[in-house]
């Protein structure tokens, strides 16, 4: 039943069969795979190792195999245990012997290795192209929001007020961090490795760097024995992913956030809401809490490919077979839940009156009142501790800064004068003007830099 | 397309549905979410909530779309966003508005905590079952072998002589304690939750004990805002599986050092070993390590999970759809590694000459040396350095322990005499007669009380 | 420098002793260590291995020692690697040779397995003590604010209302369950080593039974190899801390929204609470963010020792001297953690009109309505719909549902009545009267049973 | 007893002050809070917001107070929170109000992400450092053994023949991913957040250029919010050294390994080695075995902290304080796994006798075999097969490929030909003649491009 025995000549059972294949997972590496072979095919012929024609006839017989594959008309047999033999018996059936050829100086663990590149270098491209989706929405959501003030929390306390299009873009600079780490990976990725064979390199003359070069790789593996047994892109992927979900958990963490009773700054569109099997009234943001639930799923993944990976002797060992279903599930999480994020934050709706009630809020302004003690010439420290003392005397009094006498102002200091009840929302948020602050011209220069870099990068 | 609306007048669209639908994974539950509500109808009509002859034909309704999954005709709709609106929808398709009165005084927030609970008593209890499989292979493996020295290793160094079955049955050991873990986890996970509705109870005289019983519960919950957002168990029985798989990464790795070319101590059967796609003269343990990768997979489910549950504030949020895929691998994982190893660990070929060979290198009778000393009566701490300066005498010399002269010996100390040559691997292995010691007495012993244990447990 | 050195003639450089000495966190091991000593040193004269009088020296020699560590005069040098080689060494210089007869029928390897469970059993018993004073806390606020209602969320939205007693005595539940899993890891643990010796068990007459009445255990170990090489009881522990510190992070989440200004149900005491370096009005609920935030480093502490345990052949590898830090950090922090929750639940003010202002909210009582309909004789998810549409009407018109008119509710069903104005949150509490359910009465009963099994365990 | 209170007035209690303080933990950090500190004080004056003679008081101050902790004389006061607490405090009490002056236009949060940044610049640095000292004892080692052949394994059996040297160099290439990957990660880390101010900027016209100059960071924060909050850096490097360490793990299984008795390639120098308790004859490797085992724990803070940072609300959050220990642990951690792995690797000795035994061993030359054949014409997949029979016809009559006759090879396959006996170890290393292959030459040819990668890059 399994098709490579080598000298064994006992089958093993159907519960081995179903334990060890990767077939039911790596037959999603079919057009990697076949594009490999059909290189490789072209890279045997061109050196005389296979003649001219028997590649003719291989390359063929390879691209007649994805189109079956892709009209679904290929079985992927059980019993074949992965997709490398997955496809070369269906070769070996379609055009014989010769097809016998194809695997001559390769070994399914330099394959492998090969194939996972090429997948890998493909995903990248597709997240970092959903995360420019995002960022584009998070941008058009800013920019079309440019009036809008809401309370700047820590420890989810209002401390200050900011411009949500502000808020919106701290996700932007997450996003940008995120596309340079992935880039980063598809660079560190982009090495061929066929040449390797099964861990000490090949007996024939082979032709790595053309193999490079069709498949379109910067450089070529250096050692054998690390090219086929190296999954450092599998985690760096994996770890890159997961922080990438740790800014998605945050910003889902915040939609729910805002789109509850309590807060109210946004209404989710109903395409992003759901209802409840019991509570009619329900709109429930069930899409930002997946978001943010999945999270944990990536962190498993990443999790459980450093365990497997640990401790392992080279060279190739079959725990590494553990790499593809980890990091199926975390590219295609990633790729969803960056989807979703954009659909989401493109068409919520943004309440700016209870935000800016919200931001009017408690003695958001205090920071300020400081700082306005500063400029008078008291020491930060203690403008700090009179401010402090201020308040609490405004919350005992049950008064806002705005509703205090100048005279109750000046039991605190002296400096107080009459200009500190120019003190607003709007001059707190002017007043905040270095590059990277809140200030509305501050923001309006960051949306715009935004919105070049998508445009250059996309 | 969504079928609970509530208020919400707009279809989520296709993404949306796929990315928050549950029924591609949570259609397993199908006979527990079937015998749940098979209950409920009892339930509401034992006391007069629906009226009996509606009862009736609910019950034969979920009956015969039972029968419809179990004979594959029943079409899993993708709309249908997870098991309980599919059956619902099925049975009101089959029944009419009369299927509309099962939801009744029921949510899907507890009707998704009773099918879960439902499923882990069943899984765990296979669990245990393949538990014990293992067990048996381990046992019947001993007392087949009962001859058979191998060196007892600390840091992989040889050690101590112990007997293989001695070896064997530390495993026999570790399974105890997975059996007694995951029965408490059962016994935790066995409260039935239905009457907890969405998370505040429900309005109608239900009738829970009624529930618990029908449906083979020990006892129901206490509090439903807890009810329906406590996924303990969930997590309990994962992390019982990961030690579990951490058990089985230890054997796996002893069998992969076993039958390497090295150590030598066993044969695989080839029914548990592969080939290899270019060097055909491989017999690789591959099965051996697939258990031992796998290990990280069931590892990141439990991290992912635990991740997802940190900081949820109650009751039901949807992060908690997240439960059910890391569970549902966490279960199959196991079960097939126990099922896998228990095959590998029946079928494998011990060669007790080359564990003989490798009990006798080395200096393995040092320690009996020692102890010798102490009964001639030497403290122990002199005793052991005094044997320490006499093996480096002997390493020098590239003697073996039988191989000094009484009179080398008596350079070390005088209280060697001629009955150290008595000293033998037998002795060695025969002067440990405690209690969980290698003697073969009781390791016969620990053989009896095994075949004991699992005849009683069985 | 290295105490044991067996037959190495070189020591090991600083920069090794440094990376491989235990001694600077197995130190808080010393009690445990020195009464292990103690009982077998009894053991060893009420058998004959050692001479009455030695053991009476030792006994002396290490009770002195407990009293120089305690009274801080022990000196714990450097270069002694573990708590073990820094007690015996300390023996040997004060009470000579005889000193060096201690450790005869005993190895390192079943010592600190001994030492762990000794300190296991401890913790886990502070851990309960702990956690039951956070249930002391939760109930007594419970009682404290019998009237209270806040508005019961699913998915952060408001569902139904419920009392804030009904809420916090879900928390009470998942600490019930936290103390029973920590008893069954206690029972678990409970098993004594000594007797195992490095690996194989011991060739003196050892009392094993003896031994573990001294020192308080159930059992005895079953078999040696296992018995030195198991650290289940340190996963389990580590395990259950990761799910008590999830609970605890979701009763942090909840006491971080609800001292929000948007909720605004709480306030926490100042105790409880931090200032801002900067902003001076501010209240942060930072002890509650650092619950949360600590929950990470126990999830931390687990993976890392499954981690470290994975694919380890038998018997004791120097890898299992990582099992102690993590368990003391994990302990600690949990129990640190539960001790600043009951603090911080104890002193909470709540703030029942802001609740009940919240509880009165939007739509919450819809749930009442559609089960008054089927009562009126609609199938349920007949009665969902028609409440799902009249709730999208009430929007429309920014009507709650008291302001809509008989004849507005008519048109959406002939059904309704003037009883329908009867709903109202009270009624819909006392209508949950169902066991676990949120009706007065029942939380009532809930309150007095969580007090009595606060009564009987502690 | 806390020094911030702003409006507070009750003092949290000494529990809640141990729970809170980081002061324990990052005191590590003066160095770089006292730099940060100089530069703001500069900025402040040349700015005008502070005099010149204030910044001169400041900075004096402040270097002294580095003096004071470098000497030992700095009190780090438990009710201190931290240690911009800690030297501020210290600063007001040494130079009067004017300290109280320093935290003008700055918050702890910008103040905290600015330690935290520049500490992590340094420890990359260093961490490169020890790698390439690794990197340097691998490739002495190899350059010193080449021409040591071992056995290539694949799944821990025999697969072809590869020197020592390749196998090493391995090593190097993992080792030089972790160099490419730690530099990208200081590079995205070089980023200066100060202006940040609590969460929206400051209200000074501060001078971010200036600071990032003074501080040598190559670029400034862009946005506020995300500066306070980001903590992307730390995770990054938590799972650069995660996927170091377990590169570092699988170098030490296979110290391990061979260093038992069974493999015997290598042998530790005592330094590295352990002596037992109990066995005098042991030499064990529990150097490499921590290595192994603290991979763990490098895993076990990468989780931890994923776990804190997901879905915290912007902006700073209290959790945040979490970073410091896990960072701080993993950098310590790989420092000195990193210096162990260099010595252990530069002083073991090469048992060159028995690994040439072992790569003897077996039927390791059989893809040489096949090769054979496919160069006289036949397909390779036939090949393949017919050296497998041709195996199990030797293992069965037991005898090695050398010693089966030409007429017994024909018995497979007419091209077999006398020439079949100059198939050698040799030869098959020699053929292995590619770019990454273990052919000697290419071997050489690696080592010098490794020597000259440590020469350019260190």
Redesign the interface.
């Known amino acids: 039943m399994?098709h490579?025995?080598?000298?064994?000549?006992?089958?093993?059972?159907e519960?081995?069969a179903?334990?060890?294949s990767s077939l039911p997972f790596d037959w999603r590496l079919y057009r990697h795979d076949i594009a490999g072979s059909i290189a490789h095919a072209r890279m045997l012929s061109k050196h005389g190792i296979i003649s001219e024609s028997d590649a003719v006839i291989i390359v063929q017989g390879l691209e007649s195999i994805q189109q079956e594959i892709e009209q679904g008309k290929f079985e992927f047999r059980a019993e074949l245990e992965d997709i490398?033999?997955a496809v070369?018996a269906r070769l070996?059936e379609k055009i014989g012997?010769?097809?016998?050829?194809?695997?001559?100086a390769?070994?399914?663990?330099d394959q492998i290795a090969l194939d996972l590149r090429l997948y890998i270098r493909e995903a990248i491209a597709q997240t970092i192209g959903n995360t420019r989706e995002l960022q584009h929405a998070l941008v058009n959501l800013a920019e079309a929001n440019m009036d809008v003030v809401v309370?700047?929390?820590?420890?989810?306390?209002?401390?200050?007020?900011?411009l949500l299009a502000?808020?919106l873009?701290?996700?932007?600079?997450?996003l940008q961090?995120d596309v340079?780490?992935l880039e980063?990976c598809r660079m560190?990725a982009d090495v061929m490795p066929l040449?390797?064979?099964?861990?000490?390199?090949?007996?024939?003359n082979?032709d790595?760097e053309f193999l490079a070069r069709e498949l379109g790789f910067d450089r070529?593996?250096?050692?054998?024995?690390?090219?086929?047994?190296?999954r450092?892109f599998v985690?760096?992927c994996e770890?890159d992913a997961?922080?990438a979900m740790?800014h998605l958990?945050?910003l889902?963490?915040?939609i729910?956030?805002w789109s509850?009773?309590?807060?109210g700054f946004i209404e989710l569109?109903?395409?992003?809401?759901?209802?409840?099997?019991?509570?009619?009234?329900?709109?429930?943001?069930?899409?930002a809490?997946?978001v943010?639930?999945?999270?944990?799923?990536?962190?498993?993944?990443?999790?459980?490919?450093?365990?497997?990976?640990?401790?392992?002797?080279?060279?190739?060992?079959?725990?590494?077979?553990?790499d593809k279903?980890?990091l199926f599930a975390t590219v295609d999480t990633l790729l969803?839940?960056l989807?979703?994020c954009a659909?989401m934050v493109s068409t919520l709706k943004v309440n700016a009156e209870s935000a800016a009630k919200?931001a009017g809020?408690?003695?958001?302004l205090?920071?300020?009142?400081?700082?306005y003690l500063?400029r008078k010439g008291e020491?930060?420290?203690?403008a700090?501790?009179i401010?402090?003392?201020?308040?609490?005397y405004a919350?005992k009094k049950e008064k806002s800064l705005a509703e205090l006498s100048l005279a109750e102002y000046s039991n605190f200091s002296p400096l107080f004068g009459e200009d500190v009840y120019s003190i607003t929302i709007e001059s707190?948020l002017a007043?905040?003007?270095?590059?990277?602050?809140?200030?509305p011209k501050?923001v309006a220069q960051?949306v715009a830099?935004a919105k070049k870099a998508l445009g250059q990068v996309n």
Chains 1, 2, 3, 4 share one sequence.
């Open positions: 399994r490579i025995k080598g000298r064994l000549q006992k089958a093993a059972d519960k081995v179903a334990y060890t490398h033999m070369e070996i012997e010769v097809g016998g050829k194809l695997h001559t390769r070994s399914r663990n309370p700047g929390y820590t420890h989810l306390q209002p401390a200050q007020p900011v502000h808020h873009l701290a996700y932007f600079e997450m961090r340079d780490r980063c560190r040449g390797s064979g099964a861990l000490a390199g090949v007996t024939y082979v790595r070529i593996s250096q050692n054998s024995l690390d090219a086929v047994s190296d450092d985690l760096e770890a997961s922080i740790m958990s945050r889902a963490e915040e729910i956030l509850s009773a309590e807060f569109d109903e395409a992003y809401a759901t209802g409840s099997s019991i509570m009619p009234q329900k709109k429930n943001p069930d899409v809490e997946l943010r639930g999945k999270t944990g799923r990536v962190y498993g993944h990443l999790m459980a490919f450093l365990t497997t990976m640990k401790a392992l002797p080279l060279a190739y060992n079959r725990d590494l077979q553990e279903e980890g969803a839940s989807a979703i659909g919200a809020r408690g003695y958001i205090a920071t300020d009142l400081a700082d500063v020491a930060f420290r203690n700090h501790e401010v402090g003392r201020l308040i609490s919350v707190s007043a905040r003007d270095t590059v990277g602050g809140t200030a501050r960051a830099a």
